[in-house]
């Protein structure tokens, strides 16, 4: 039952011999093809297996990435198709250099279109030229933050999509995008199934939050909250740089606190880490103004880190924020705190200097470092791999350290959240000295 | 006549013996001591020079910086100061450590006092305790941005504040700040003349923006460009990632537009570059729309790079600018822009996507790059030499590559501005490929 | 049988309240005390689960890191030790920085000595002063790669350094050092226990090669790889730049080749990756000369990364390099190909132009990035866990991405090295484009 | 007389109006034209000024680079080559780009051919394709360290080369090189000359030791002391790293020890900086090994920086140095430092740790920063500028902060090196601490 839940679908049996001088033998100093058999296991607590082993469940696991010793499409007829959707972040440029490598070197797929400007590009009425992806075209995209093939935001009528990938005679498409073009995805791959066609749909999860669920981390993350990093060490510098001294440094994280409370961890200056994930007061006499206050008090100068999604609690309490038909408005959180910060100072008649920092744009553009680099080559080889198999409607993912495939549809199902539980949290909220609770 | 505009003011007659083991030979591979009457000329167009031969004027030069055979204090019994004031610029803390270790090591003034946050420091009620400053407490200072004596921006009443500067036996105070500091500076050491008081007034001009008159560069301007840089390179990404994407960069430069230039000529991406000392229409068959029009016409993307100063003249056009009072209120350029843009946009019916990218933090506190922290030891060293032979209210700065002494009186008389006729803004146009005029 | 060889020894059973404010339940957002019995599954393949419960045996487990419910050391009257051995690696000011955190606020120890320059401060005749380390001399140590209490190589008597430790009444002493100062840890455990002393040994494994066996990775390990980075990228530019142009990379990996492999995969201009694990010949019609020649002769440069410990059979080959005593000299193996591939070309009578590239100080001396700074404060906080449980004779490091203890016997039986049949090795040999075999 | 000295050759009168669109009036806001009259005056000394006066002598002044209102080669009709010639320098990818911007968009110019690799590039049997160069294939090239055209070392004939030019019709040449690269473009010039060619020849000065006489700075140089900065700093961890630490940072620098004590002043944690203009002992009371033994003494580190060029008078007294025929063998500084170190401390039996640092490659490929960026950018500019006036046998350089041309054959008569009476060395000398003299 457990593995139904995340078996992969296959266009139909693999039965072309796979081009790669891989072995089936251990000892050999070759790779081994990967058999659809080899499934890691999903949780790696002793007391899972305990539990399984009483009730004679086999444990949940998902599907080794990898490439198969039989393939489904044969590279000299096939056509594959990238398209990357949503806001930028760090690798794109990468994954669709080593999609292209991969295809064109690996496996001798020549023919790869490029989509223009995400699933806009996929529209009838796109006005823009496809991009005709060669290993010359990518060779130096790496270096470059940004997708070469543009993007865009946005869902387009499914229907009218695989009608393009059938005029573009596409066999393969490579979606690269967060969870709404994972939805998407699924939806295109679900159409083709209506229709019985024979297009493999693969997505390469692109959440600079982090927070596609199941799996350990998606690309651009790391990058994120390295370039993160020296802002907060600034935001520092700006603090000590004035009494009492107050630096809020807004972050990405529209539900999930990840990059900021990496970045917070990475420079223990933070005092203040503020995620989607927290309930956290304001006022009270041990809420977050307080705290803040005491704080002060002691050292003069206070770092706050926030996500751009946290607190939207505090939006519901506030009347000011309906708009005319009386629906709550969203807030963004980092001017929210700055004006609230200012009032609360303002009336206790204390001198504080506030620095707004919000940079979010130099992270989101940056190129990838070198652990993404890495990570978006894996990525997109293994990518590859799945979609010659005729595997379909998967995304490629880390899990407990390998590379896997799992159904976009479970992946989808809900957010990665911050779990304020785990060692994770309890790292940074050690980090910060920030405690437990709020208020 | 034009000597007279630049002489520097001496406390008294130098009559100790420097403790710097100098010359005053050449060829003797020691470094000579510098006289007063080595000057720099300030004009080096050979037209000047012909000018001056016939009109029988000497030509307009300055003191040379550097160490006095004569020195006016006893380093002793000397008690030096130093403050920091306005906003952080990279840079600071070099010039504090340079400071330190100069006045401690070359001269073995071992009393030398911190003030703390800016001229609030030098209040009669400044709650905050002063630094003493030694060479191990400022060792590793100049590898953070920032200040660690902490600033403040604002005046202080100058009888108090030499008031303090009595109480606390400071013989010589070095102020490092803008403007408005200088002048701070200006008005300290007329008061002490007044009051026949024998404390030397040294100023260290700290303007990001570069707008100081007279000298060829201030300390952290070319660190903010080269900060900068990269924000544009990251900007051009998030341009080239959306369809006729618009990337708006906004810089420091509240007169001047020294950094916006600098930023955008050293990242050639830059399309459009908007500075304060540059008349330009919106409207117009050839005003920045219709400029801006043409480009995403022809390329799809464009990055604009605008001073924050820049633009002024565009609110004054504008009847909703005005507070209750009637009176015009100061605005963002930055927003109005990515408004305006976004408005001419709608009304043709073409989508664009523009991103505004505001990022000034990360310049004002990043630490010195390596061109800045050399020019800020050489400036300390030499405000170190100035003041110990005596002089006084005066400012160290470089004049066509030498480091000179100039009257503090006369860098504050207005702002450097880019000469919009000069070789330097012609070639940002020419990086830009942008028009002379616009509109 | 299996639990046992992982079994954490313990000083004696653990009586004291943990002073931590966490709790025992699920679902309060607090998080949980770890139990001794909270224990990860080492190998995640599905094939071994099922193996595990065809056999009746419980799969290989190791205890996870955590704070204890019950603590051994009463902190007010605990004194910790911490010492740092052998070269370089980034982060070990991090690791020193948040034990010391971690001492000093979460549990109250105030009592911390820093070692002066590893094992030969704990010499008794040891002539440099011992560190007292507090919060604040270690607040901004952070940002400094090297390490503040000073490092050296080699062992000390074992009873020499317990004497030590017992003059300075250490009851818990944080070792920070690689395969050798482990194992010297574990003799200092072992001579404790023969003494019958309560005094707990941690280790820290820092190895900058990240060739410490079982754990997911040591931390300095993705620094060093992301500082390597840019260099190839430079070797690249050198490559190009001049005609058959050809840029040898060394790199750090004396036994096994990750930081080698992880650089060149992020940079995927690398044509030919050489590290200790490969097996390669130079001569041959498939030999890596001739495959450099093909390489040339299509693209006119090359750049070539290769590990210090690589190669080292060839040198067996040679008579040349053997000793007086008849002994075969250890190599450089960046040295000896360059000799090589300019001899080759040479008889061919083919110009090429070889640039050997050896920076590897910039590396080893760097400062943490962001994700290794996290990963320093999460080690050093369950090392101090661990230490205040009474436990002793571990490590603490990451398996499966969770923190675990691991006993320090286990770890030093064999260097981890690049499995050639892993998909890390065939990514990285995608990357390059280079075969499986060479000769 | 002087005013010969710095004569600009002209192919011949320039009757052709400049397509720019310029001016000939202040107050217009624009750019003016460029009179060959318009020069800068040499010495900015008034001490030198009066002399004239007294002499009667016009000071010694440059002609002033800039667009001149008429030009000699006719755009349409004009085609234009770039060569890059000798070591990687940082920026050289700039300069082309802006070459070719500059000659396409400002003049006109669609021709423009890049020589490969240097001068072997010109050369009649020359196997390599020539680049076609548009701003298409340019545009992003700013980005990468190297040179995009590859570059070589050494002379080719000066007929041949000539030959080439003329079959290639090329009108004027672009030569990016240094001291060698130039005398070389100056013979092409006078062969051009002697056969009654109307071929312009321009130098753009590449040296990264900035070692080029008579300008101020040449491009690539800041980025080389800005890329040195950090390796300083971690030579310093490295240094601390162990008991009486030393390390020894080589960088660049073969005539001229500018990048040297650049790096050195940029990073005051250098203790000794040695450059080929400075003689010092290693023996004797005072020599430099007793310096360095009291720093050790006092505070068990230091870190020194050398020039590659410095101390080549100690080989001289080394006997074992000599070649089998009695030549005195040209050793590597730092490798001999290291070994003099380690010797004297062993016969002292003390203690020390040498770690010796040569990281040249990552400095010489690095991409130029922001301030070279520009830099280049206006260098290219002026040169375009110069050439399509028909200019000839020039190099732009910057003199007293302004771009002036300069005659090929000054500029090559002798090396600049630091003048140690001068201000700069003596900064240098303060921020080492270091004595004038070591012997």
Redesign the interface.
């Known amino acids: 039952m457990n593995k139904d839940r995340f078996e992969i679908r296959n266009l139909g049996p693999a039965n072309l011999s796979s081009p790669l001088?891989l072995s089936n033998r251990?000892?050999?100093?070759?790779?081994?093809f990967i058999s659809d058999?080899?499934?890691?296991?999903f949780n790696?607590?002793?007391?899972d297996?305990?539990r399984?082993?009483q009730s004679g469940d086999?444990?949940l696991?998902v599907e080794k990435a990898?490439p198969r010793e039989k393939i489904f499409f044969d590279p000299r007829k096939t056509t594959a198709a990238i398209v990357t959707c949503g806001g930028?972040c760090p690798g794109i440029n990468n994954v669709i250099?080593?999609l292209v490598?991969?295809l064109y070197?690996?496996y001798g797929v020549k023919k790869i279109i490029g989509i223009?400007?995400g699933y806009?590009g996929l529209s009838p009425d796109n006005p823009?030229p496809y991009h005709d992806l060669t290993p010359d075209k990518v060779r130096?995209i790496?270096?470059?933050?940004?997708?070469?093939l543009?993007?865009?935001r946005g869902a387009q009528e499914v229907g009218d999509m695989v009608d393009t990938l059938i005029s573009l005679r596409v066999d393969m498409l490579f979606t690269i995008g967060g969870d709404g073009t994972l939805k998407g995805a699924d939806a295109i791959g679900q159409e083709i199934a209506n229709r019985g066609l024979n297009i493999s749909v693969v997505g390469i999860p692109k959440t600079i939050d982090n927070d596609i669920d199941l799996i350990?981390k998606s690309f651009g993350f790391?990058t994120a909250?390295?370039v993160?990093?020296?802002?907060i060490?600034?935001?520092?510098?700006?603090a000590?740089?004035?009494?009492n001294?107050i630096a809020i440094v807004k972050l990405m994280g529209r539900d999930s606190g990840f990059i900021a409370a990496?970045?917070a961890?990475?420079?223990?200056e933070v005092n203040f880490l503020l995620v989607p994930e927290l309930p956290f007061k304001l006022n009270g006499r041990d809420g977050f103004l307080k705290l803040l206050q005491r704080r002060l008090k002691a050292k003069q100068h206070a770092v706050i880190v926030v996500a751009e999604g946290a607190g939207q609690h505090l939006f519901e309490e506030e009347s000011t924020v309906k708009d005319a038909s009386g629906n709550i408005k969203h807030q963004d959180i980092g001017i929210f705190l700055k004006d609230r910060i200012g009032d609360y100072f303002d009336r206790q008649g204390t001198e504080v200097n506030i620095?707004y920092?919000d940079?979010s744009?130099?992270i989101?553009?940056?190129p990838a470092?070198?652990?993404d680099?890495?990570f978006c080559?894996?990525l997109a080889?293994q990518a590859v791999h799945g979609a010659m198999a005729g595997k379909t409607r998967f995304v490629v993912g880390l899990l407990?350290?390998?590379?896997v495939y799992l159904p976009i549809s479970e992946v989808v199902l809900r957010r990665k959240k911050i779990d304020?539980?785990?060692?994770f949290?309890?790292?940074a909220l050690?980090?910060t000295?920030q405690p437990?609770?709020m208020g």
Chains 1, 2, 3, 4 share one sequence.
Not at 37 to 41: E, G, I, K, S, T
Not at 240 to 243: F, P
């Open positions: 001088p251990d000892g050999d100093k070759l790779f081994n058999a080899d499934r890691v296991v790696t607590a002793i007391k297996f305990s399984c082993v086999a444990p696991s990898g930028l250099r080593s490598m991969g070197y690996f223009p400007y806009q823009h130096d790496h270096q470059f933050g940004g997708t070469m543009g993007s865009s350990d790391e909250y390295d993160a990093s020296p802002i060490r600034d935001a520092h510098n700006e000590k740089g004035a009494y001294g990496s970045a961890m990475s420079m223990p620095k920092i940079h744009y130099i989101r553009s940056a470092n070198a652990s680099s890495i080559n894996r080889y407990n350290n390998q590379l304020l539980e785990g060692e949290w309890y790292a050690q980090s000295g437990f609770t």
